[in-house]
């Protein structure tokens, strides 16, 4: 299989103008036989192809990190 981007959402990125976030699901992220990832994609500028910074996550992290950000939420 090809390596595939399946977005999944994208919102804009507070305090810039047209900065956003996109987040989607990768496949073979890492070439093939590799395990998909939801990736996280900060574009500063919403008009480029490629974001400034990403992070991928294998399905096995997801929880956790939703629930680290939910506490640096609480803490903002």
């Not at 999944?8 to 496949?27: F, H, Y």
């Amino acid at each position: 299989m090809a390596h595939e981007v399946k977005e999944i959402a994208t919102m804009p990125l507070a305090g810039t103008n047209k900065g956003k976030i996109e987040v989607a699901v990768i496949t073979e992220p890492y070439g093939e036989g590799s395990a998909p990832v939801a990736s996280v994609g900060i574009f500063l500028n919403g008009e480029n192809a490629e974001p400034d910074w990403k992070v991928h996550i294998p399905k096995e992290n997801i929880r956790g990190v939703i629930e680290a950000l939910q506490k640096a939420a609480e803490e903002l």
